[in-house]
Every structure is written in C-alpha cells, then in structure tokens.
C-alpha cells in the first residue's frame, strides 16, 4: 500500500509538493504514476517516470509538474507549481505495472497500467 502526502489548499499561482511513500515496494524496480481525479471525472494520469529516470507528462502539467523519485529514501515526489484552479482534484501515485510495456508511452499514463495504489492526497487551488 502506498501512502501520499503533502495534499492541502493553495491560491492560484501557488506550489506544492506531493510525496508517496512505498513501504515494501521498491520504487527503484519499477516505472512509477502519478495520477488525479477530479469530482465527476475520471481518473488520468498526470506524469511518469521510468526504470531509467525517463519522464512523460500529461499536456496539461506538462511545464508546471515535475515527478522525481528519490531511491534512497524509497519515495516518488511530484513538484506542482503554478497551481490552476482546474488542478483541483485527488492526486494518486501508483507502481507496479501490470507488464514491462506498460511503462511506456501513453501506456505510462494510463491508470490500467498499474496494479499497487495509494489511498489519495486532496489537492485544492482557489
């Protein structure tokens, strides 16, 4: 079970930085996802980051967010800076993709790709 945190309110234009900690997951092992979903839409992917470091963002982030992984301490991060009001949304991280494939392309950004979940963290900017 992953567990995020850093969630919380923030005026338009502020920052935020997400962690997601993965007790008995190695992060260093697999490709990695963040993930948001916002009241009466579906979940989509924001960012991904791969074995070898490799990013991929959603156009809509794509500038403003920035997903690392820090190994050391077994945590992905996402930076999120310049918050729109339209990120409002519960953000996820996920690892564990259901096959190597799936750590690439579009395919890295697909909540189906990934089979181990946090519970969320709220993200909220007025």
């Known amino acids: 079970q992953l567990v995020e945190s850093g969630g919380g309110s923030v005026q338009a234009g502020g920052s935020l930085t997400l962690s997601c900690a993965a007790p008995?997951?190695?992060?260093?092992?697999?490709?990695s996802g963040w993930f948001r979903e916002a009241p009466g839409k579906e979940r989509e992917g924001v960012g991904s980051i791969g074995y070898d470091g490799t990013t991929r963002y959603a156009s809509s982030v794509k500038g403003r967010f920035a997903i690392s992984s820090d190994h050391d301490k077994n945590t992905l991060n996402l930076q999120m800076n310049n918050l729109k009001p339209e990120d409002t949304a519960m953000y996820y991280c996920a690892t564990d993709p259901t096959s190597v494939t799936r750590c690439f392309g579009n395919y890295a950004l697909q909540p189906g790709s990934y089979k181990n979940w946090g519970q969320g963290t709220q993200v909220t900017v007025s």
């Open positions: 008995g997951v190695s992060l260093s092992r697999y490709c």
